[in-house]
């Protein structure tokens, strides 16, 4: 009987009965997130309950409240189809998030290789070499040579390393947190392609209606630069004036350019961020197509560092180096090795597995480091200070993701308070244009006031625009700061 299946699985067995033995028996901290902020608000004072409402399209007060309802999609609050059908398809084709998703795939088969190794070690091994021996040089004198000869070997080795202390399990653990920490990032890549897609889409639709007034203000001003000039030619008007209106009019135009350029540019980043060339068509979007979520779920400080992908980010980075630490640590310790080798040697291939052409061994080995110069406790004083430094990465990160947050709520306050007051100015500019205008037809005010009453009004209904863009996006950037719902997003969009 080959006894190579027998003593396999002794060896087996002893295996799988010292790891059950020795699986407490691992050095170094065990790992534990870090506790949520205790803070219950962003800012030093109360929050508020809603902001400011305005008397103009997109004015309605926004409410906040406790209860975190959004969807991992949470850019449909705006309710725009076509913004819906470019996010869900840049998701899909963008490169930064094709360059996440790649990273993951390539850590999970990293721990899929790293995990192997805490298994026993089983190789084949079959070969045939030709060889002379000299059996004087080995003290055999009274050996007669045997001359060349081939020797024929089949054998199965196998091989086990006793973590007794944990190390392997340590780096199997940091492996298992680099898959975690990419899992995150592709989260956060996923959340910051969608909140620049829905910014840039809330910035060309406010160029688009700053051009469009821009132009109507520029047609008045070539009317009312027109009707200088004629005045002037007539001797009834000052060359003065006409100058300064001319000169008004330059302005205006080359503001115009100012603004077709950075549409376009908005234009091309915006297909960048869909994956896309830019010269493809892409869907174009206005002020009125893009709705104002009156109610925004606004988490609690304590509930923020596991709603942000990049906080979760950077608590799988101190796993990690957790990790690490208990690794350097083990090194320390001995390691025991185990091996046992079994099979069939002869000079002739046909006699390959005969009886008595048997060899075997069983062994076991101890490795304890003694004089390494100091190599290996600065290691483990190098992994405790990557330790340290991950920890205030941490606390970085979560400092950061409670300034954002704060920043949002404040910018979406400020922006109501904005509104509110450009609306104002535009129902006064309103009422002085509608005044002139109606005096301009009864002959009581001349054309070139009624002109200078639209220029003013299409001036505050420019600056209105922005003021309601302005809302959009500060909602856009509330959202992302508070993990933008990714978390409920189904497990296949996080994975390869």
Do not use: K
């Not at 990419?182 to 956060?188: I, P």
């Amino acid at each position: 009987m080959n006894p190579l299946h027998p003593r396999l699985a002794a060896l087996r067995r002893a295996a799988a009965c010292a790891v059950a033995a020795l699986a407490a028996c691992t050095v170094g901290p065990s790992f534990q997130a870090p506790p949520s902020p205790a803070a219950d608000r962003y800012t030093p004072g109360p929050r508020p309950l809603e902001t400011a409402a305005a008397a103009a399209p997109g004015g309605e007060a926004q409410r906040f409240t406790d209860a975190w309802n959004l969807s991992a999609q949470w850019w449909t609050v705006f309710g725009c189809e076509d913004l819906d059908r470019l996010v869900a398809g840049a998701l899909a084709a963008s490169p930064s998030v094709g360059q996440a998703r790649a990273r993951l795939v390539q850590a999970r088969e990293d721990l899929n290789a790293r995990s192997g190794e805490n298994d026993p070690q089983v190789d084949a091994n079959l070969y045939a070499r030709r060889q002379r021996i000299n059996p004087q040089a080995l003290g055999l004198t009274s050996v007669p040579n045997p001359g060349p000869f081939t020797l024929y070997n089949a054998t199965v080795s196998v091989s086990y390393v006793l973590d007794l202390f944990g190390g392997r399990r340590r780096d199997l653990e940091a492996f298992g947190a680099e898959v975690e920490y990419q899992r995150y990032e592709l989260a956060a890549a996923q959340l910051a392609l969608a909140a620049n897609i829905v910014t840039a889409a809330v910035r060309e639709a406010s160029l688009r209606e700053q051009l469009d007034r821009t132009r109507r203000i520029i047609a008045a001003q070539e009317q009312e630069a027109s009707i200088a000039g004629e005045r002037v030619r007539i001797g009834s008007g000052a060359p003065a004036e006409a100058a300064v209106l001319r000169g008004e009019l330059a302005q205006s135009r080359a503001g115009e350019q100012a603004l077709s350029r950075q549409l376009e540019r908005t234009r091309h980043q915006l297909a960048l961020y869909a994956g896309r060339g830019p010269e493809e068509v892409l869907p174009e979007f206005r002020l009125d197509a893009l709705r104002l979520p009156v109610e925004l779920p606004v988490s609690l400080p304590s509930a923020l560092a596991r709603q942000r992908p990049d906080i979760r980010a950077a608590e799988a980075l101190l796993h990690r180096a957790s990790a690490t630490v208990g690794a350097a640590t083990a090194n320390l310790y001995p390691q025991i090795t185990l091996s046992a080798l079994a099979g069939s040697q002869t000079v002739h291939a046909a006699s390959l597995f005969a009886g008595g052409t048997e060899v075997w061994n069983f062994g076991a080995g101890l490795l304890q480091p003694l004089f390494h110069g100091g190599e290996l406790r600065a290691q483990r004083r190098s992994a405790i200070a990557a330790y340290d430094q991950a920890m205030e990465a941490y606390r970085q990160a979560v400092l950061l993701g409670l300034q954002n947050v704060a920043d949002a709520l404040r910018a979406l306050q400020d922006d109501a308070l904005t509104l509110q007051a450009r609306a104002d100015a535009s129902a006064q500019a309103r009422y002085v244009f509608e005044t002139a205008a109606g005096q301009y037809r009864i002959g009581a005010a001349s054309r070139v006031r009624r002109l200078a009453a639209q220029r003013q009004l299409d001036q505050t209904l420019l600056q209105e625009a922005q003021a309601r863009a302005d809302r959009l996006a500060d909602t856009a950037a509330l959202i992302e700061a508070l993990g933008g719902g990714w978390w409920t997003a189904p497990e296949a969009s996080l994975a390869p």
